[in-house]
């Protein structure tokens, strides 16, 4: 894991080159300002302010410093800072008259690459750090960061290198840092209790036999928060079998899972005062003999029948029975993260997930702690009139709608089915993929929602 702490310190009044942040409006003043020698150079690269992210190394004494155009230097975004750490030299920077806040997570992210894969020569330079005037800001940010690169990093993995095995033995590696329980069902007992799960997972090898993951951290008597993932480590389609092109990033298909492990992380780390259940279940959706059929008819944890309309839609299976175990711990409140649909994404695209709520409160609390932090998503409708495109004639529901429309939202009114309405429900159905490279934002996994569901978190819970 990169090393994001080396990066961001605390503002001692060391040496250090400075960066200017200007934006459209306040740039000709700051530029009136410099000297001949500079505004010449400005002019010669062109560099008016307006386009966001253009940086510009200006010469000062026996050294450098930094201009870089923002949108608006009276609001920072997480990503203003990203493209000068991934493009600078080593050595420490610091803001001029502004602390960095929110905008050293681009910093610490531009300079995280998974490299586990790569033969050729590494990047030498050492890190770009960033020195800060509020100190507190320190561990928040570094956190965030950790948690972003864990996602970016178990999506990334190859599902030859990540199947439910190395899947559980990440929650195991995060649960030792923080001293939690993990509890892990497989075998008959999966196929006994979590009948959707084993289901799913029948038609894999068995040493990527399907499994129930649990995390349980906190104290008994605290508020109890579930936060559900999908762990479809890589998913062919079943015997629904995908395209080539449908099927080449299915090893994406476990992002749900990346974001509920790095969302109990930030949890754990934070010391919310809450009992944390994490659960995931982990699968792969396989070709075989032995898969799972379009027509079977399976059980659930909650005792409904399920009739099979199609192997490919896996996912809201495997959530259902999680959903159900978590209900029974008592939450007083469910977040699940799932890479559900393409319909999402044919709704919302690439950049946002779809939150689907039963609790108005919860949705409002939601979007608002993703305007705070920047972490955009989008609420969904749980229309109740599209309940009976997932009506089975000998069974008590389908697991996919009888109509090409309103997938993303078919697909969450069939989570609903396994969430009581007294429970506060959160769904993301979520892409955590990002198919083009912008600053910080490499092409590959991403975290998307993860930092607005933790902000809500830490606002609901850390009074109490």
């Not at 979007?367 to 609420?379: I, N, Q, T, Y």
Request: charged share 25%; net charge negative.
């Amino acid at each position: 894991m990169t090393d994001f702490a080396s990066m961001l310190q605390p503002d001692r009044g060391e040496a250090a080159r400075t960066i200017h942040l200007v934006d459209k409006d306040g740039f000709p003043d700051w530029a009136k300002r410099q000297s001949p020698q500079r505004q010449a150079l400005l002019a010669a690269a062109r560099f008016d302010g307006k386009s966001a992210g253009q940086f510009l190394a200006l010469p000062v004494e026996n050294d450098f410093e930094v201009v870089v155009a923002v949108a608006d230097t009276g609001t920072l975004t997480p990503w203003c800072l990203a493209r000068l750490g991934e493009a600078l030299p080593e050595g420490k920077y610091r803001l001029a008259g502004d602390n960095a806040g929110i905008a050293a997570l681009g910093w610490l992210l531009g300079q995280h690459k998974l490299v586990r894969y790569k033969t050729g020569p590494a990047d030498d330079r050492g890190p770009r750090v960033l020195l800060v005037k509020q100190a507190a800001d320190i561990d928040t940010i570094v956190r965030q960061a950790e948690a972003t690169a864990l996602v970016r990093d178990l999506v990334d993995t190859p599902a030859a290198d990540m199947g439910p095995a190395e899947l559980e033995a990440a929650v195991r590696d995060v649960a030792k840092v923080h001293h939690a329980k993990v509890e892990v069902t497989g075998g008959d007992a999966l196929a006994q209790g979590y009948p959707m799960i084993a289901a799913v997972g029948q038609g894999a090898s068995r040493d990527r036999a399907p499994r129930l993951i649990e995390l349980h951290w906190g104290k008994e008597n605290a508020p109890r928060v579930a936060i559900v993932g999908k762990g479809v480590c890589f998913d062919s389609g079943g015997l629904d079998i995908k395209p080539a092109s449908g099927m080449r990033l299915m090893k994406k298909d476990m992002g749900g899972a990346a974001h509920a492990l790095a969302l109990a992380k930030l949890v754990m780390a934070a010391q919310l005062p809450v009992r944390l259940h994490l659960l995931i279940p982990a699968v792969e959706n396989s070709v075989s003999a032995t898969a799972f059929r379009p027509g079977d008819i399976i059980d659930s944890r909650k005792g409904l029948k399920v009739e099979i309309d199609n192997t490919d839609a896996e996912g809201r299976l495997v959530l259902g029975d999680a959903l159900v175990k978590a209900i029974e711990g008592e939450a007083e409140l469910v977040i699940d993260f799932a890479t559900l649909t393409g319909a999402a994404r044919v709704a919302l695209g690439p950049d946002l997930p779809a939150m689907f709520a039963n609790d108005d409160d919860l949705a409002a609390g939601l979007e608002s702690a993703a305007k705070f932090v920047g972490d955009p998503l989008w609420r969904m409708p749980l229309w109740d009139g599209y309940d009976e495109m997932l009506k089975s004639d000998i069974a008590d529901l389908a697991n996919g709608a009888d109509s090409p429309m309103a997938g993303a939202v078919t697909a969450a009114l069939f989570l609903r089915r396994f969430v009581p309405p007294t429970t506060p429900w959160a769904h993301f159905d979520t892409f955590a993929w990002r198919p083009a490279s912008r600053p910080g934002r490499p092409k590959g996994g991403e975290a998307m929602g993860l930092r607005a569901a933790f902000h809500y978190l830490s606002d609901r819970f850390a009074s109490k």
